[in-house]
């Protein structure tokens, strides 16, 4: 294996559960609260790390004790991180707000996402370049195609998830990237979003017509569609599901640069999201490879919920 260099934003997150509703001017009371690592390149890279591949993160961060909490995290999972970029700016902050089934509101603080990043350079043993959260970091936005274009040229193997779009711009931010992205990922609303098509088959195609290759849809505990291929999920109980599409992302890299195939991949990265959502916080189920592996292996796939 080589290194998988991961860039996107980190994010200090506070979970709070259950909250079914919020009543202003009363105090709800709760039963968990949570202090999480968060954001879509901190779990990507920390998912990726803790299958035991190699990974750098390229991130901007605050010059706090949010970012020291979140680091030390990620340096216990093995990221590497001497390419961490420091602002002038508060580390990013989310407040998630989680029901009982699972399903979550957000409170987000963008901060050190809303700045630049400096030139930099990838690892001379880089094989993987994966482009976390296009639409969540501000600079992203603009510089993502030259990113991964160069990451082509220099021979790497790209891929990008694009996460949800709060400003809208959605197509005409993703569009000039996706001639130099190996492996585009989104779920369903984001695909709908995008296409305006909620059948996969007829969003990957659109995403194509725009210069996409290999396009993998997650759909959530139905499991996910990848190059016209159903791939069904592993039922469990979601307690939390902060962070599930960036584990199935970082879960899909890490077996690409093992070795499987596409499918085979995307299969294991619905086990990496079935672990995922059923602790609180975006990462804290995540496992070991062969721990995952055994765990999959003595599951029951639903079938039903993979069906178009």
């Known amino acids: 294996m080589g290194r998988v260099v991961v860039c996107g934003n980190v994010v200090f997150d506070i979970l709070a559960r259950p909250v079914e ?10 039963e968990q609260v949570e202090q999480q690592l968060g954001g879509n390149g901190g779990t990507t890279s920390c998912t990726i790390a803790t299958l035991g591949v190699p990974v750098s993160l390229i991130t901007l961060a605050g010059r706090d004790a949010s970012a020291e909490t979140v680091f030390a995290r990620l340096s216990a999972a093995g990221v590497i991180l001497d390419a961490v970029q420091y602002v002038d700016a ?29 030139p930099f350079h990838l690892p001379a043993d880089a094989t993987h370049f994966h ?13 993502a195609p030259r990113l991964l274009r160069e990451a082509k040229e220099a021979g790497l193997r790209t891929s990008l998830d ?40 007829l969003a990957a195609g659109s995403l194509r017509d725009s210069g996409a290759t290999n396009v993998i849809i997650k759909l959530g505990p139905k499991g996910c569609w990848a190059n016209g291929t159903y791939l069904p999920s592993y039922p469990v109980e979601a307690v939390d599901t902060t962070g599930a599409g960036d584990c199935f992302s970082g879960g899909f890299v890490a077996a ?31 496992r070991a490879w062969d721990q995952t592996v055994a765990w999959a292996a003595n599951q029951t796939t639903d079938e039903r919920a993979s069906t178009p």
């Open 21 to 30: 509703e919020v009543r202003w001017g009363a105090t709800t009371v709760i």
């Open 90 to 118: 508060a580390t990013s902050i989310a407040i998630s707000l989680v029901r009982s089934d699972g399903e979550r509101a957000l409170l987000y603080l963008l901060g050190a996402a809303s700045q630049e990043f400096q």
């Open 131 to 143: 482009l976390a959260a296009v639409y969540r970091m501000q600079h992203l936005r603009t510089i």
């Open 162 to 201: 694009t996460q949800w779009d709060t400003q809208g711009e959605w197509r005409t931010v993703l569009e000039p990237s996706l001639p130099f992205t190996d492996y585009t990922l989104v779920n369903e609303d984001e695909a709908r979003m995008l296409t305006g098509h909620t059948d996969p088959e």
């Open 256 to 286: 690409l640069e093992r070795g499987l195939s596409l499918t085979d991949a995307a299969m294991f990265a619905n086990a990496v999201g079935a672990l995922a959502v059923q602790k609180v916080g975006a990462t804290a189920g995540v």
